[in-house]
């Protein structure tokens, strides 16, 4: 057991590394030191394998892990594996009987430290390792909630875990750190428990590639979310704005921007921390509520990849899932096939309804 008490703006974070039966890593964040005793463990080898696989048309990396098909799917509450583990129960991936937040490696990664060079040789493709890293966050120790509803002192724990992770990560020497949720059957959620995950590459995806070029290309996203002006608004905290950008591709997209110029989490202040943390749930709740049942979204932190960190702005997008409370907003074969999505909903309508809860 090793504790540490981590450097946050304005809160007392503490962290507990605990080595698992199987040799994962499972870190504990709390507002107090956690000092309970670990309950037995299923012992076993860690998970490595998988293959990088180079598009040589789409000009991407696709991951191919055939073990991830065997991972848990739909359990029951009593089954959860996200759940502090019993005396006299199987074990769950928390092998405590209380905790606040949780940090795990993922039982089934698509990307790996340790991940061994690719067996097979196919002719004129090019193969690589899957190194990079996969974790899985538990928000709470409870089977139900949500970023909504687990409360703002939970919320701002989970953004001091996110910048620790982001420490920790890129001092690995990984080349971007995407936190995200999944929320809801529609995006594929196989466990319910309140839980997002972060994955750390070792090669820079596409989209956050392209991103990056824009901004060393000069785009001023700080400036162009001033001349957008109320209209595409949602509401604001701390500085950090909630907003449905002009160009958003799902119907009710929005995005968490700082107002200023921010690489990351790790550069919040005390205030932007809270401001965040709050966004966080109000933009769920918003949700919620327009579609007036849980809301299936996928929400994905942008933060600067290492070495770009001098012009790449941080922002936290949100993709609904929905554009009616009964209408699923499908990626069908015209945005499957080409990348040009067909947007049912204006942005600055979306703005507006969400902005008027």
């Known amino acids: 057991m090793v504790l540490k008490t981590l450097d946050m703006p304005g809160q007392a974070v503490h962290r507990r590394h605990h080595v698992k039966g199987d040799g994962r890593s499972l870190w504990l964040y709390g507002r107090e030191p956690h000092g309970l005793e670990a309950l037995a463990e299923e012992d076993g080898e860690p998970i490595h394998g998988g293959s990088l696989r180079w598009h040589p048309l789409r000009r991407e990396w696709a991951v191919y892990a055939s073990h991830r098909q065997n991972r848990t799917f739909k359990p029951s509450a009593a089954d959860d594996p996200l759940a502090p583990s019993q005396p006299g129960r199987p074990a769950t991936e928390i092998p405590f009987t209380d905790f606040e937040l949780a940090v795990f490696d993922n039982r089934f990664p698509s990307f790996h430290p340790d991940a061994a060079e690719p067996a097979q040789d196919i002719p004129g493709l090019d193969l690589r390792r899957p190194g990079g890293k996969c974790e899985v966050v538990v928000y709470t120790p409870d089977h139900e909630g949500s970023l909504a509803t687990i409360g703002q002192d939970r919320r701002r724990l989970l953004v001091a875990a996110w910048i620790d992770r982001y420490r920790d990560l890129f001092a690995a020497g990984h080349t971007f750190v995407l936190p995200f949720e999944s929320r809801g059957e529609e995006v594929g959620v196989t466990l319910h428990h309140p839980h ?67 690489p990351g989490p790790w550069a919040f202040d005390a205030d932007q921390i809270d401001g965040f943390a709050h966004l966080l749930g109000d933009m769920t709740r918003r949700y919620d509520e327009f579609f007036a049942r ?64």
């Open 196 to 262: 997002g995950q972060i994955y750390a590459f070792d090669v820079m995806p596409p989209v956050q590639e392209k991103m990056a070029d824009a901004f060393r290309q000069g785009y001023d996203l700080a400036g162009a979310l001033a001349s957008w002006g109320d209209d595409y608004s949602v509401t604001e905290a701390a500085g950090i704005r909630a907003v449905a950008p002009p160009y958003a591709r799902f119907p009710y997209e929005t995005w968490l921007v700082p107002q200023a110029f921010t």
């Open 294 to 357: 849980p809301t299936p979204y996928m929400l994905s932190l942008h933060a600067a990849p290492r070495g770009e960190e001098g012009h790449f702005h941080f922002t936290a997008q949100f993709y609904p899932l929905l554009r009616s409370a009964d209408k699923i907003k499908y990626l069908a074969s015209v945005e499957q096939s080409t990348g040009m999505f067909t947007v049912d909903i204006m942005p600055e309508q979306a703005a507006k309804a969400l902005r008027d809860l």
